[in-house]
């Protein structure tokens, strides 16, 4: 037998709001049977979407006096029954200590930035670095570009025009020394499909490092927007708030492989094209 709770998840953040009920169960499949029972027998108008059903973490910790106290729950409850004293010494303890560390970290990460021209973090987190240089820097130079890498304007030629396209390219070539409107307009279509290419092609490129980030941290993230979107391709447990079974870890773990592999491809493709 285990310890379960039921939770309700606010449909704004998709994350835990409160707790609604603790109760004991044999495993997951009863947790879930649990979960369903209650929608039904006990709040029939809750939006059972956002009742979902999580596993309690029990552990025990050691006092300053040497003697011990059982949590059924060791996050929920150690947040939960804080008391007075603690809540002083942390307040203390923020303002005293940890704002003026967290100022000097500050300080010094700046003067390594500036000296360096990268953040220090970047030293004992390179692939989240470059992930993050990916993920910021790509849509910005879809955005601004000045102008296409050849590679667009062939896909769009060809894309436009077939096997002929490299006829139909050389033919229009030269049109901006040119007075020919229809060479112009073939021109103006094959530059704006390529500009079309080239952005479509980075964002799948930015949604690859995304995606790898989003399911190697097991559907943890700041971005309320993208989890809205993208949480319903993660295997959680059924009725769970973001529980796994074993074979979902395992299944997380390919998919986030996947798209690793996905965004190396595509950088090795169009890398060189990243410049304008």
């Avoid at 609604?20 to 029972?37: P, S, V």
């Avoid at 390179?126 to 910021?136: A, N, P, V, W």
């Avoid at 409107?181 to 930015?206: F, G, H, P, Q, W």
């Avoid at 971005?223 to 979902?248: K, L, M, Q, V």
Wanted: charged residues 35%.
């Amino acid at each position: 037998m285990a310890r379960y709770k039921l939770v309700e998840i606010d449909p704004e953040t998709n994350y835990k709001s409160r707790e609604i009920i603790r109760f004991n169960a044999e495993d997951d499949d009863g947790a879930e049977l649990y979960r369903k029972a209650y929608l039904i027998e006990k709040d029939n108008d809750a939006n059972p979407d956002l009742v979902k059903w999580e596993r309690c973490l029990p552990s025990t910790t050691v006092n300053e006096d040497g003697t011990k106290t059982y949590h059924e729950d060791l996050f929920d409850d150690l947040h939960s029954k804080t008391s007075l004293k603690d809540k002083v010494v942390d307040f203390f303890e923020c303002w005293l200590i940890d704002k003026p560390k967290d100022a000097w970290r500050a300080w010094k990460n700046r003067r390594f930035l500036l000296k360096h021209e990268y953040p220090q973090w970047a030293e004992w987190s390179f692939d989240s670095y470059l992930l993050k240089t990916i993920t910021e820097i790509l849509p910005r130079l879809a955005a601004d570009s000045h102008g296409v890498n050849n590679c667009f304007i062939t896909a769009a030629a060809k894309e436009m025009f077939g096997d002929s396209w490299k006829e139909e390219l050389d033919k229009i070539d030269g049109v901006y020394f040119s007075d020919d409107s229809i060479a112009a307009e073939k021109r103006r279509k094959v530059d704006e499909l390529a500009a079309s290419l080239m952005k479509s092609t980075y964002k799948e490129i930015v949604l690859h490092a995304k995606l790898y980030e989003f399911y190697s941290n097991f559907g943890r993230t700041d971005d309320i927007d993208f989890d809205r979107e993208w949480a319903h391709t993660i295997p959680f447990a059924e009725g769970s708030n973001r529980e796994f079974t074993a074979e979902g870890y395992k299944k997380m773990n390919e998919m986030a492989a996947e798209h690793w592999s996905k965004l190396w491809d595509m950088v090795k493709e169009y890398g060189q094209t990243f410049w304008d």
